[in-house]
């Protein structure tokens, strides 16, 4: 029973939304194409990036996804999925993203993190909170960045993808350089962030400026009202310095996006790279799920064409 709860908590969460010009033209009449990759070239390997006592080992291990050929080293993407901080797992929604970047000739990881507890313990100072996952995230990364040659990646070269609350964890990992410095990595090798449907870029405004109590983002951030600032993308951002370039992906209310574009906003004005799209066709969990759809048009194509810049 408690099984089945959870699942419907999930899928309401996610419906819901999770987290509370330039744009980039893109030609539908132009080349975009893949083709689902050979899967008898294909290997998936599941890897413990670290171990902590009394921690389920899946919250803190990645998938990669690779092929055979592991002479060449490839550039590498990096999934980090959503759920609100508090669900999820790097299996879901997974399987024609793995398809759609391995048909880029691109390694593919999809990985875990510690989750704060749901439903939500918002007295229990001891729960995962901020900044376990990110923490959680650079450690991965880590991980990559000494091992993940043996698969056939470039450490040198890695794109970040995330929804909603994962959104917000590769938004705050590109922008907030200390989770990476302080694993002895530079934040150089990030070359590119995809953001897909978020409000996470301003935590501080999420729960201070929010007339409602959001319940949610409390769960996950705690109450230390300095910690939300560092917590927040949209804070991190430091005039004459280097960054990731970004992609967002938008939809929802007039609210929802405004959200979504005071943060490019932000990025233009600190002379970053940013591509955005509309995806206000689709719910919260549909802009996922879309991601490497046969002949879908209106994500997975710019989204490809944005790493592939990054890659160059």
């Known amino acids: 029973m408690r099984k089945m709860f959870i699942l419907l908590a999930y899928g309401i969460l996610l419906l819901c939304s999770c987290d509370k010009d330039d744009n980039t033209a893109f030609d539908e009449s132009s080349k975009f194409k893949y083709v689902f990759a050979d899967n008898s070239l294909n290997k998936e390997k599941t890897i413990e990036y670290k171990s902590i006592n009394g921690v389920d080992p ?4 990645l998938d990669i996804y690779y092929t055979k050929d592991t002479d060449k080293k490839k550039p590498i993407v990096i999934y980090v999925h959503g759920g609100g901080w508090c669900l999820g797992d ?3 929604n997974i399987e024609k ?13 999809s990985l875990n993190y510690r989750l704060s507890p749901f439903p939500y313990q918002l007295f229990n100072i001891n729960r995962v909170k901020y900044p376990d996952h990110n923490n959680d995230v650079a450690d991965a990364i880590e991980w990559v960045y000494d091992n993940i040659d043996q698969y056939g990646g470039n450490p040198e070269k890695i794109a970040f993808l995330g929804h909603s609350a994962g959104a917000h964890l590769v938004s ?21 962030v995809a953001s897909i449907d978020t409000e996470g ?6 729960i201070v400026g929010n007339k409602y109590e959001n319940r949610l983002y409390i769960n996950a951030f705690g109450v230390n009202q300095s910690q939300y600032i560092d917590a927040s993308p949209i804070h991190n951002l430091i005039h004459n310095t280097s960054y990731p370039n970004f992609f967002i992906a938008k939809r929802g209310s007039d609210e929802r996006k405004a959200v979504a574009n005071q943060f490019i906003e932000a990025l233009k004005n600190a002379s970053i790279s940013v591509s955005q799209v509309d995806g206000s066709v689709y719910t ?20 490809i064409e944005f790493i592939k810049d990054c890659f160059e």
């Open 58 to 61: 899946n919250l803190l291990s």
């Open 172 to 192: 705050l990992t590109g922008t907030n350089k200390s989770f990476l410095e302080k694993q002895g990595i530079s934040s150089s090798i990030i070359k590119g």
């Open 90 to 92: 790097k299996k879901n």
């Open 284 to 303: 919260h969990s549909e802009i996922n799920s879309a991601i490497g759809e046969k002949n879908e048009m209106i994500i997975t194509p710019p989204l």
């Open 97 to 109: 993203k793995v398809s759609l970047f391995q048909s880029q000739n691109w390694l593919f990881i």
């Open 201 to 206: 870029y301003d935590v501080l405004e999420q």
